[in-house]
């Protein structure tokens, strides 16, 4: 038979899934995948019940609700002060995955290239394959995440379309800082090219750190696409509610694309996010004050137990390097092997890069429950007691 697309066949199952598997066929508590395991604020889901109740649900305008359009635009102007006209500058999606997808497909061309930042959300590569895309990897290492100034300089040429930047950075749980993003900026502007921002952890920052959107910098309003969630933001990642902001000459492309590929995203559950996005500070201050805990929780535990854990200035994710442990094995095999033998459950950070990656570190969630943290850590503390019993 003829052959089907060569970016997406083959292509293997998503590492979140795989491991996702391996831990309910374990009974592994599951630190992998990367969701909270409690629902976001009541009220905010009691709105979304409510309007599903009251209607209409049928389909809502293409752009989305108005008053998220609108909650979207208050939101960037409350934030960060982004003054944003709600009726051509915002588009509500399913998800910030779908934003990508549409972004990619309407603004990239056959033989673009975009430059990209390693490690990667797994979505990342074959979006930009798949639409002709040329990608061009600039890395960032554990454990200190260092952008080389000059590499990425080296990956602008007259051919760059675009930069992908995810910020906060998955699974990496960096923050870029601003010396960093104005590099970046620079480099789009004197290359003309688009920047293509993923911000869904932006209220997600840790210990003071400050999350700048690219868009508030010289030069980049016209040229950058935003991208929030819902689903980070309220801790309701089933939801799947993205929104985009744009200058209109950049939306209208994105909008058609998103046209063409789920069209809507269900109005009560729109109408919810809008509500969500007016809550007060304080909502804002505890959401990011809560998830430190965690992670001050888990990254304490882990490294207790000898494990080498890696700064986290933001995200869901604290990554620790397996080498200190001295278990012989690459970071995909260690995985395997806490799963089926300790019954904990992390991602190889491997699998955020295209080839050639650091082999010793893993990837925690820690947007858990405090009790389920601590049964993790008293699991892994029993499983490398063990192994070094074993050893000796």
Not at 171 to 183: C, D, N
Not at 214 to 223: K, V
């Amino acid at each position: 038979m003829k052959p089907t697309n060569p970016v997406y066949t083959g292509l293997p199952t998503t590492i979140f899934e795989v491991m996702s598997r391996l831990a309910i066929e374990h009974g592994s508590i599951n630190l992998g995948q990367g969701f909270p395991d409690v629902d976001g604020p009541e009220d905010v889901r009691r709105m979304a019940a409510e309007a599903l109740i009251a209607g209409p649900n049928q389909y809502p305008p293409m752009m989305g609700v108005p008053a998220l359009r609108q909650a979207v635009a208050a939101a960037n102007k409350r934030f960060y002060d982004l003054d944003v006209d709600w009726k051509t500058e915002v588009l509500v999606t399913s998800g910030a995955t779908e934003a990508l997808a549409d972004i990619i497909t309407s603004l990239i061309e056959p033989g673009d290239e975009i430059v990209l930042i390693e490690p990667l959300y797994d979505c990342y590569l074959p979006l930009v394959r798949r639409a002709g895309g040329i990608a061009k990897l600039v890395r960032v290492t554990p454990p200190h995440w260092k952008l080389d100034a000059d590499e990425l300089a080296a990956a602008f040429s007259d051919k760059t379309k675009a930069v992908l930047l995810n910020n906060p950075m998955n699974p990496a749980a960096k923050v870029f800082t601003r010396e960093e993003l104005g590099l970046i900026a620079e480099l789009c502007v004197r290359f003309d090219a688009y920047a293509i921002c993923d911000e869904v952890y932006e209220h997600i920052i840790f210990d003071d750190r400050e999350h700048i959107p690219l868009m508030t910098l010289p030069g980049m309003r016209e040229r950058t696409v935003r991208i929030g969630s819902a689903g980070k933001t309220f801790s309701l990642t089933g939801w799947k509610v993205g929104y985009v902001t744009a200058t209109p000459r950049l939306l209208d492309p994105i909008a058609k694309a998103h046209q063409f590929t789920t069209f809507t995203t269900p109005a009560a559950l729109q109408t919810a996010v809008a509500y969500g996005l007016a809550k007060e500070d304080a909502y804002y201050a505890g959401l990011a004050g809560d998830l430190a805990k965690k992670r001050d929780r888990l990254a304490s535990g882990l490294a207790r137990l000898g494990f080498g854990v890696v700064p986290c200035d933001g995200t869901y994710f604290v990554t620790a390097d397996i080498a200190p442990l001295g278990l012989a094995a690459s970071d995909v095999e260690v995985c395997q092997r806490m799963t089926v033998e300790a019954g904990v459950t992390a991602v190889p950070v491997s699998a955020f890069y295209d080839g050639n990656a650091p082999s010793t570190f893993v990837r925690f969630c820690f947007s858990k429950q405090d009790s389920i943290l601590d049964s993790a850590l008293e699991r892994l503390a029993t499983w490398i007691e063990k192994r070094v019993k074993a050893v000796a």
